[in-house]
């Protein structure tokens, strides 16, 4: 919370909290955390087990972390009884994921410690964006530190190799030509797709509807009135779009069958099946390292086989980006179970992982150890000349590492050493500085409805599963609006009167 640091502020820092490297200042405590699990069979899982990152984390700053971790599939259900579980509850845990009604309920209840008029007060937290911050706020109030995503991170990938076959060399300018381009590609042949899709059908459907014009979830129209997003015809211009793709063969049959696990199954392999893909950009780049790596598509600075789609004009030349998240990935929290007396150390160990140094161990871990360095100064997972055994380092990092990231907030930038670049690393970088102009936002995010915190995420997956049904062929428009009268029937239109009055109280 930047503006919100005033000089005396960064001169109390400086006088009374002073960097963990300076022995005396560290304060040995024993922190109780819970993270979620994405290695359940890794070892060395605790402090005891002989882990090598948590000896580190203690070694730098006194904190000896006792790590309850809980598998990913299953952390939505352990938050829920943990936080209903008063007495055994962690000092710190992660809450994954956007606001819902257990976080906010919790926050109301006291379950955290408001953690509004001290983050100002540490080096790192006050770093992170006041918007983010308000992102994740209850009742304007912030109880948690957020996990930072990138806004712009959102867009468009394609293999511009494909797309040269069917006779498209130059990247669309607008979306009547990612239109073509996409027709072009459905045609390339009878056994291949133009979009990747997967059962996780809300990036696909958010980044086109939101090109093609569409608002966030919920607009506001000249007269200030709130609408939901998919009642926009821009919206059903985009639904349109992937309906007709659809039928001409542009997606597999059977994308509602494919786990989001197995998404990269169509593009990552010899003999890819579809050729464009509309997801975070990130993995772009890293679809086009892999072909360079598996198939020898280019070299580092080379001729890159897939290009990014990010800023495309719509039929009124307008530019909306979709954003992937609200600048977070859920919160870290400081539960109750903390004391006030504990809370000042807590919050210094949480504002050091924020550092150069407790960013690198807790997302990279230790050099020599669970990452290297090559010839030309880039970070690199496995030593150089190791290329055969590279699994076998892979493995023994994640074991190592074992989500400690899941720890990370990074609200003050990521400040881990650079990995090695390519071509579209670099422009991916790039476009999330350029184009976070274009992101728009939810304007309901941060307004309280209840109905919305109860039943919307019902509501919401009725009509995804519409849309789906209507991209698929399986129904028609009249289908599709007697699933959106269902929405309102159901609450949608209480949800919309709760907004619409925090709205109007706000102006």
């Known amino acids: 919370m930047k503006k919100y640091l005033s000089l005396f502020l960064a001169l109390a820092m400086v006088l009374s909290m002073c960097s963990f490297a300076s022995a005396e200042t560290k304060e040995e405590i024993t922190l109780n955390v819970m993270l979620p699990d994405f290695y359940a069979d890794a070892e060395w899982k605790t402090f005891e087990d002989g882990n090598p990152i948590l000896k580190a984390i203690y070694d730098a700053t006194g904190v000896k972390l006792n790590i309850t971790w809980v598998a990913n599939s299953a952390y939505t259900e352990m938050t829920s009884m943990t936080l209903a579980d008063k007495k055994n509850m962690p000092e710190v845990m992660v809450i ?23 983050i100002p007060q540490y080096e790192y937290l006050s770093q992170g964006e006041d918007t983010v911050y308000s992102n994740i706020a209850v009742d304007g109030r912030i ?18 190799d494909i797309a040269a076959k069917v006779g498209i060399t130059a990247e669309p300018t607008n979306v009547e030509e990612f239109k073509a381009l996409c027709f072009a590609l459905a045609g390339y042949s009878d056994d291949t797709y133009c979009i990747n899709m997967c059962k996780y059908v809300a990036g696909t459907i958010g980044i086109a509807s939101v090109m093609f014009g ?4 919920y607009g506001v129209d000249e007269n200030g009135k709130i609408y939901p997003a998919f009642e926009d015809a821009h919206f059903q211009e985009a639904l349109d779009f992937l309906r007709e793709l659809y039928a001409k063969g542009g997606i597999d049959p059977d994308f509602m069958t494919i786990e989001s696990g197995n998404w990269d199954d169509a593009e990552r392999n010899q003999n890819p099946k579809a050729f464009m893909r509309l997801d975070c950009l990130d993995n772009g780049y890293r679809y086009e390292e892999w072909l360079e790596q598996n198939l020898g598509f280019s070299n580092a600075y080379g001729e890159a086989a897939v290009s990014l789609l990010t800023a495309i004009p719509n039929s009124e030349g307008k530019i909306q980006i979709w954003p992937q998240n609200i600048g977070a990935s859920g919160e870290i929290v400081i539960t109750k179970a903390t004391t006030e007396e504990k809370l000042p150390a807590v919050l210094k160990f949480l504002d050091w992982c924020n550092s150069k140094e ?12 669970t990452y290297w360095f090559n010839s030309d100064g880039a970070r690199i997972n496995f030593p150089e000349g190791e290329d055969s055994n590279s699994s076998k380092y892979t493995t023994y990092t994640n074991t190592i590492l074992h989500s400690m990231n899941q720890l990370g907030m990074n609200v003050n930038g990521d400040l881990t050493p ?39 995420t019902t509501l919401s997956t009725d009509v995804e599963d ?34 619409q009055a925090a709205y109007d109280a706000l102006k």
């Open 214 to 217: 569409a608002p966030y979830t």
């Open 96 to 118: 994954q994921g956007p606001r819902d009604a257990v976080t906010i309920n919790a926050a109301r209840a006291g379950a955290f410690w408001d953690l509004t008029d001290y």
């Open 358 to 369: 407790g960013q690198t161990l807790i997302n990279c871990g230790i050099e020599g150890e």
């Open 143 to 160: 109880y948690g530190i957020y996990r930072a995503r990138a806004y712009a991170r959102a867009g468009i990938y394609y293999r511009n």
């Open 418 to 456: 650079a990995t090695a670049k390519t071509q579209l690393r670099d422009e991916y970088n790039a476009n999330l500085i350029d184009n976070a102009q274009y992101v728009i936002a939810n304007p309901c995010l941060t307004l309280d409805s209840e109905t919305n915190t109860l039943m919307g």
């Open 466 to 499: 519409a849309q789906v049904q209507y991209i698929a062929g399986k129904i028609d428009l009249a289908g599709l609006q007697a699933a959106y009268a269902t929405w309102h029937d159901m609450g949608g239109d209480m949800i919309l009167m709760e907004y």
